[in-house]
Nanobody
Framework: QVQLVESGGGLVQAGGSLRLSCAAS????????IGWFRQLPGKDREFVTA????????YYADSVKGRFTISRDNAKNTVYLQMNSLKPEDTAAYYC??????????????????WGQGTQVTVSS
């Protein structure tokens, strides 16, 4: 059983930056790909980015490509999401998630088994 805890959300002005963290426990972290999703109230979860188990491959939604960077430190059991040039439309609750053991990263939230509780990001105009 993998537990995930997000942190780093907050209020920022448009054009600013935030770094989110996703800390994992309860499993061998390097055996799990990690994805980030975001969600607005009443809306479906939207894929943001994902990273492979080794950190060697990353995937991004077109809406964040060039602005967001995902990385991981397997020694610290943590994945980071660096968000630059933030826009008001980036406002959402951000969740990190892990698929089952040794599964590849995916953009479909149904492929993910373990979820954090989320952290709110609000970008003011």
């Amino acid at each position: 059983q993998v537990q995930l805890v997000e942190s780093g959300g907050g209020l920022v002005q448009a054009g600013g930056s935030l770094r989110l963290s996703c800390a994992a426990s309860g499993g061998t972290f390097s055996n799990y790909a990690i994805g980030w999703f975001r969600q607005l109230p009443g809306k479906d979860r939207e894929f943001v980015t994902a990273i492979s188990r080794s950190g060697g491959t990353a995937y991004y939604a077109d809406s964040v490509k060039g602005r967001f960077t995902i990385s991981r430190d397997n020694a610290k059991n943590t994945v980071y999401l660096q968000m630059n040039s933030l826009k008001p439309e980036d406002t959402a609750a951000y969740y990190c998630a892990a698929p089952t053991y040794r599964r590849a990263p995916a953009s479909d939230p149904d492929e993910y088994r373990y979820w954090g509780q989320g952290t709110q990001v609000t970008v003011s105009s």
